[in-house]
């Protein structure tokens, strides 16, 4: 990664289909897809939620840092609508990067990024503000561990947490991803298939 390249920039630009690959087919969130916004990548934020109540992320962007991603674990799994068009607007004066819930977004027509919005979907059941179960701690987020300072990042591929000790292995390894397959994109724009490219040939005669 260039000196002058910062961390968030480099990550978005990779993706998450690349930085997963590189993962080890690891660090994916289960269920999470980008509803609002663009493409987004920082460090990352917790609080974990009871069902039905949304409590905990008031509290929590109150105290939230500027290019941070929430990370928001609820026990409704999708059921309830916790973030809607003023929480939002709340999270977009924190300068927020971007919010992951693992549950649902209400209130869609009006939302707008930044900051963007990934989840498990769309729901009008509302909540309750009455309880937090933890801000600023490790939460499994989506099948996966999220603790504070790791790296999100989210694009229309789904969202995947980097653990912050191994940033620049990622990068290297993505990078060195990248410039495979852009070797590969001018071998098949010389006429080349895919399965000459990739060796293929010998799987495909032990199917014949």
């Not at 059941?125 to 801000?135: A, N």
């Not at 300072?149 to 990078?175: F, M, P, Q, T």
Request: charged residues 25%; glycine residues 12%; hydrophobic residues 45%.
């Amino acid at each position: 990664m260039p000196a002058s390249t910062d961390p968030a920039t480099a990550l978005a630009a990779f993706g998450v289909a690349t930085l997963h690959e590189v993962l080890g087919r690891r660090g994916l969130m289960r269920g999470m897809r980008l509803l609002v916004g663009e493409a987004f990548a920082g460090r990352a934020e917790t609080v974990a939620l009871p069902a039905g109540d949304n409590l905990g992320i008031h509290a929590a962007l109150r105290r939230a840092n500027p290019d941070t991603v929430l990370c928001i674990a609820s026990g409704g799994q999708g059921a309830f609508g916790v973030v809607g068009d003023l929480i939002l607007a709340a999270a977009a004066k924190r300068q927020l990067a971007a919010m992951v819930i693992d549950d649902g977004i209400r209130d869609i027509r009006q939302l707008k990024g930044p900051p963007s919005v990934a989840a498990r979907g769309v729901s009008a059941l509302g909540t309750q503000k009455r309880r937090i179960v933890s801000i600023g701690d490790p939460i499994v987020l989506g099948g996966v561990l999220v603790r504070p300072g790791d790296w999100i990042v989210g694009d229309g591929d789904g969202v995947c947490v980097v653990a912050r000790d191994r940033l620049e292995r990622l990068l290297e390894a993505a990078a060195a991803r990248e410039a495979k397959e852009d070797g590969i994109r001018t071998e098949l724009a010389r006429g080349r298939t895919t399965v000459d490219v990739l060796g293929l040939s010998r799987l495909l005669e032990k199917r014949s």
